[in-house]
Each structure stands twice: as C-alpha cells, then as structure tokens.
C-alpha cells in the first residue's frame, strides 16, 4: 500500500450516488475500470490515494488507486462515511434497515407518478406496501427527484397502508446500462418480492396538483441558451439581442453570462490557458445551471470551443433540471477575420497571441446543435429570427413570439457591430 498523502478530490453527484449504495451493500466498494457500471471519473488525477469529499468539503471515502487511463481512475474504497445530503433524506433506508422494519411487505418500485389502474392495482394486493422511489436525476420531461417524491407521498396518503423509501440511482450515460443497474439496485432493495406498476392511465387529483408544480411546460422552465463560436463570429450581439427581446416580452427573468462580462466578474484572475478556459466555461455554466434550477433563463455567449466541455455544461444544466439549448454561429473564420477591427487574428497568425481559437488553438463544431445560424451577410434581426424561430419550435418560447417581438433595430452583423476584444477568448 502507498504511504503517499491522499488528495481530496470531489466527484459528481453521481459517484455520491453510488458511495452510498457501497455504504448501504448495494455495490461493492469498489470503482470499476472504464466499462463497468461504477466508475469515477477523475480527469488529470495523477495521484496513488484519493480522498472522496462532498460538496461540503466532508471526506467520505479513500480510493487505492490501482488504474488510471488519464480520464477515470479506479480501485478498492474505504468507506468513511455515508454521504447525508439533499432533501427527504430521512426516507433514506438501506436494504437491511428495509428488511428489518418492513419485513414480508412487497416492495413497489417508483420511477414515475402513480395512477389511478396503479392504485387500484397495489390495492388488490390488501397489503401494506413499501413504494420505493428510485432517485434518478438529470431528466428534464420526467420532473425533479423532490417532486417524485412529494407525488408518491400523496400516493401513500391515498393508499391508507403504504410507506415510502428511497434508493440513490444515478444515470450510468446509456439507457441499457441504465436499465441493468436499476435491475441490479431493485434486487438489492426487493429480492424476490418485486410488485411492479405499469405506469399508465390517469393520475389522481391529489397526485396530479404535485406533478403540475414540478413539471411546468416547457416555456416556463428554466432555460440555458448557449452561444458557441469564433471570436467575432457575432455570438455575443446575437445573445446581446435575444437577451433583449426576452426581457421586452417580461414573462421570465432573464441572465446575460457574456464572455466579457465572466472576464472581468466571476473569471477575473485567470489566464488564456486551455485549463483556465475550461474553468471559465465550467464556471459559467455553473451559473447558468443554478439560474435554470430556479426558472429564470440563463444566456451565455463564450466560444467554448471544446465539445467535452459543452457536454459538461449540457450535464450541469440537466442535473438541475433546466432545458439546455445549444446554438452555433456558424460564421466562417474568413469571415471572422474579415470583421477584426482590433487585428486580433492578424496579430495570431503573427505568433503574437498565443493559443487563440481558430488559428493556433482547435474549434470543435458541434456535430447536433439545437440551431446553427451563420451571420454572414444578415442583419441582426434576420439571425435574431431563426434563433427565435427555433426556441419557439422547441417549446422554449410560447407561439407566436418572434412575430410579436422582432423590430426593426437597424443593425447588422458588421464589422461596426461591436469590438471584439481578446476577453471574449473563452
């Protein structure tokens, strides 16, 4: 064993998902090698011990690192604690406690609201049952986890002779993968006493006034919009202009993260690094995330150049249950340098700016962004339409809006649209 010091290290919600179903015996204590079903992600951990913390900075477990392919690393746990976070923790049973409180009843998994046939149908069992909740986060259509739980409550009220648990599930990335490792968790909670639900049908009243609440339509939830191309492809006027036409419209609040503005506020201090980029986007994201948590709509206009990061944010955002929604302006780097008025390119192709995006630093395209819109020869208002266009057709904007909110404004993607300045480098 290593007598090296470990580092501290804090994972996704999903590893803390998956050290407490090691603490309740659910999993072995164990991360997997890449392919397994319990695996840390931990980029750039160099590393031989790594102490697993909360968000809170609460060591929870040590990792013997055994393997690491550079984006995951893997090895025998230690557990030091069981992590305590996050609301309805007090519906927290582990298998055993669930046996031993609960011993003979039929165990009902719950992954969506209960109907009127599902009731019915636990009914005719004329037991006591246990709805177990399985506490998967990230999608957006099926509403929060709180929410699933506060409708199962009401389903337990209408029942009369039912309780309620919870079990940590997070998503494994892949809907088969997903699918055996519920499997997996079930059989720990409920071996060979399953009663399952089919799901369909009506909901009752009671459960359908919980369900309303958590689940606003889709023009109501809270949104990310994220801009994504080169340095003076027009994003941040882009953005600048949507900004303007939502907060025109007063129905939601409405957050502008423009690259210059992070620069100077939420990012001052860091450098034009690839690692201090990344920490940028991460950082705006994580804003916007938390914005879309809480309904508001969250618009960001970095380059972000790098799709492993706008997958991240695309995470963050979803975990929090907002809409995330990508837009690349897809404006030629010709055209970029074209509108240089600060001879930013110029002075990169020069060797002068080092790592600039597009001549000495890769841009990855997106491969499906929700809209791609180059602004190449159009006026503001012409992109502003197909960005509206295209959130409306999404769901994001309710009908009608870019009829009603387009005016003339009288500005062009131009060179004289607005300087560009080396802080708009993500």
């Not at 603490?23 to 164990?30: F, H, W």
């Not at 913390?53 to 025998?76: K, Q, R």
């Not at 305590?84 to 582990?94: D, K, N, T, V």
């Not at 909110?405 to 062009?412: S, T, V």
């Amino acid at each position: 064993m290593s007598h090296d010091l470990p580092v501290q290290y804090c994972p996704a919600e999903r590893v803390l998902a998956d050290l407490a179903l090691m603490a309740d015996g659910v999993v072995a204590p164990v991360f997997e090698p890449p392919g397994g079903q319990v695996v840390l992600d931990a980029a750039e951990i160099t590393a031989t011990q790594l102490e697993l913390v909360d968000p809170e900075g609460v060591p929870l477990a040590t990792v013997e690192v055994e393997g690491n392919d550079g984006a995951h690393v893997w090895g025998p746990v230690t557990l030091l604690t069981r992590p305590e976070h996050g609301a309805f923790r007090q519906l927290h049973l582990s298998p055993a406690q669930l046996a031993e409180q609960y011993h003979g009843w039929p165990t009902i998994p719950v992954s969506g609201p209960l109907t009127h046939t599902d009731l019915e149908d636990i009914r005719a069992l004329r037991r006591s049952v246990v709805l177990l909740v399985l506490c998967e986060s990230g999608d957006v259509a099926a509403g929060s986890v709180a929410g699933l739980i506060r409708a199962t409550l009401a389903a337990a009220e209408l029942l009369g002779d039912a309780v309620v648990g919870t079990a940590p599930l997070a998503s494994r990335g892949d809907r088969e993968a997903d699918r055996l490792f519920r499997e997996r968790v079930v059989a720990a909670y409920a071996p060979g006493r399953v009663h399952r639900v089919a799901g369909e049908g009506e909901l009752p009243v009671e459960i359908a006034d919980v369900i309303d609440v958590d689940r606003p339509p889709t023009h109501q939830r809270g949104l990310v919009v994220f801009f994504t191309g080169l340095s003076g492809s027009g994003k941040s006027t882009l953005a600048r202009a949507l900004h303007d036409v939502l907060l025109e419209q007063g129905h939601r609040t409405v957050t502008s993260l423009d690259g210059d503005i992070v620069r100077r506020t939420l990012s001052a201090g860091l450098t034009f690094s690839r690692r201090d980029r990344e920490a940028n986007i991460y950082r705006i994201g994580w804003v916007a995330a938390e914005i879309s948590r809480h309904g508001g709509v969250a618009i960001c206009s970095p380059i972000a150049p790098f799709e492993q990061t706008r997958q991240q944010v695309r995470r963050m955002v979803a975990d929090a249950g907002g809409s995330f929604f990508l837009i690349h302006v897809a404006t030629s780097l010709e055209e970029c340098e074209h509108r240089d008025r600060k001879g930013l390119y110029a002075k990169a192709r020069r060797g002068e700016i080092p790592d600039f995006t597009g001549i000495s630093s890769p841009y990855e395209e997106p491969d499906d962004p929700d809209v791609r819109v180059d602004t190449a020869g159009r006026t503001i208002d012409e992109a502003l339409a197909t960005v509206l266009a295209a959130l409306e057709t999404a769901g994001h904007l309710e009908q009608g809006t870019p009829g009603r909110a387009l005016r003339d404004r009288g500005r062009r993607c131009s060179p004289g649209t607005r300087s560009h300045s080396a802080a708009q480098r993500p």
